[in-house]
């Protein structure tokens, strides 16, 4: 599966940039791997923690067939949402 990225432009006042680019020199990454890894991380703490054993989806999920109950851990391996959902 190809990761798909986008471009977007962030103002920020020098001595932030200049504050950010030396913290990402630090780390030897570019300013924008920097960034995302910042945000990634700032994201990722704010989402929450979901045991895969005691997930139950709702009647509708699996009326719909978007989940089908049974489903074994291998599966979810397959779906990349799903694994990175459940792994947090």
């Known amino acids: 599966m190809q990761t798909v990225t986008r471009q977007t432009i962030v103002r920020m006042d020098e001595s932030l940039y200049q504050k950010v ?51 074994t851990e291998e599966m979810y391996k397959l779906d990349p949402k799903s694994q990175y959902i459940l792994s947090k």
Do not use: C, M, W
């Open 21 to 71: 680019k030396a913290a990402a020199k630090k780390q030897r990454s570019s300013v924008n791997g920097y960034i995302n890894t910042l945000l990634d991380e700032a994201v990722a703490s704010t989402l929450p923690k979901l045991n895969p054993k005691d997930y139950q989806p709702s009647p509708e999920l699996l009326e719909l067939g978007l989940l089908l109950e049974g489903t």
